[in-house]
């Protein structure tokens, strides 16, 4: 039933197994990298944070891709930056994720009054490197996830 879709996982679904799952099915997967695979999430982090570094610095770098958008609304505006490569010969245990093709790093810069937070997000996709397509589909799962989130408590109110 999920043949030809993008399924996207939060890190707790960030699985061997469920990728290759995912893949069996013929469907790509963008899984959520956290603590709970710290040295993949550490190693595509360091990776990514310098690649994007020599990217701004006009360096040569290894970011094949990068998508950015905004949105404002909600007396806040968030800008967000998807960076992409395909380039992992570097990565020691994409072996081990069946059908690994790129890694993701979305930067959210949200302004609130004088306030500025930003925050790195990573990812691993069967996908290939299209910047563009993996923002998209990293926003409907947070619009997704939000829109739960919202109806979870919205139910506890009444």
């Known amino acids: 039933a999920i043949e030809g879709a993008t399924v996207t996982i939060d890190a707790m679904g960030t699985q061997k197994k469920i990728a290759k799952k995912i893949l069996s099915k013929k469907a790509n997967y963008i899984l959520a990298l956290k603590g709970n695979h710290s040295t993949l999430h550490d190693d595509i982090r360091l990776f990514l944070s310098s690649e994007v570094d020599k ?19 909600h007396g806040r505006i968030e800008q967000r930056t998807c960076y992409v490569t395909d380039q992992l010969d570097w990565l ?11 890694v993701v790093m979305i ?10 937070r930003t925050e790195q997000r990573y990812f691993i996709s069967s996908l290939p490197p299209d ?21 979870c408590i919205s139910r506890l109110e009444q």
């Open 55 to 73: 990217l701004h610095q006009n360096k040569a770098h290894k970011i094949t891709a990068y998508h950015e958008d905004q949105d404002k609304g």
């Open 92 to 102: 020691t245990q994409r072996s081990q994720w069946s059908g690994l093709r790129s």
């Open 131 to 151: 910047a563009q397509e993996i923002a998209e589909a990293v926003r409907s799962h947070w619009a997704i996830e939000n829109s739960l989130h919202w109806n």
């Open 107 to 116: 930067e959210s810069q949200v302004t609130l009054g004088d306030n500025l």
